[in-house]
């Protein structure tokens, strides 16, 4: 058997939510620049939209990558208060998150939406992380694995093979966002597997080999091993643990 692991990336994104201002985050990215050590993992910060350009200076020349946190997928217009692809690519972004539950429980994003921002962002040249999980009713219900293949389905579906070949997506169960309350490595693994198999079934097993499975929710420096040594797990998108360079760089360091 080849080492199927050796064949993804791995990806390490902070998600920064809305923390820092364009100062805050020039601090943050210069000392994570300084302090990260080489090694296998691509690591990407997430900061607000008004930090991104600062924050583009500061790891200019580094091995950090740019990310957004969210997009609108028309190009240009009368959309107040949006951003586009096109002007996140120009500011610096290589990967844009779409689909992250707090787009789709607070701003009501759609699975349509998300296939929509995701085609743009590829349009744009950009890697998008396709953000999906289930809430803690679905899982209670016995939903969970139905509810993530349909959202990474809704996405993936509508687009082509070569598009298929620059996707992550993330397993970020609602019910452990937030709330310091991680799934048990195991429970990750499980899920992740569904979304590796689903990739097969509406993608083909190329694309599901390929494709970086990042999990997301609650994840510290004191857990971030023990969530990585899944086989199906390919990396990490960190939300309150990257907002200091300390435990971000724990989390980065853990998957090598
Ligand atoms: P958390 O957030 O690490 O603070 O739980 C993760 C995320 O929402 O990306």
Known sequence: MPDQESTRRTVVIGNWKMHKTGAEGVALATEIVARLRPGRAEVAVAPPFTALAPVADAIRGSSVALAAQDVFHEREGAFTG???????????CSIVLVGHSERRHVFGDGDED???????VLDAGMRPVVCVGETL??????????VVRSQVGA???GLSETQRTRLTVAYEPVWAIGTGRTATPDTAEAMHRVIRSSLATIAGPGTAERTPILYGGSVKGDNAGA??????????LVGGASLRADSFLTICHAAG
């Open 137 to 146: 009713e679905q899982r209670d219900a016995g939903g969970a694995e139905n």
């Open 155 to 157: 996405v993936v579906a």
């Open 82 to 92: 949006a951003v586009s692809a096109p002007m996140l690519a120009a500011a610096g």
């Open 227 to 236: 969530i990585l040594a899944g086989a199906n797990v390919d990396g990490l």
């Open 114 to 120: 998300i296939g929509r921002k995701a085609l743009a």
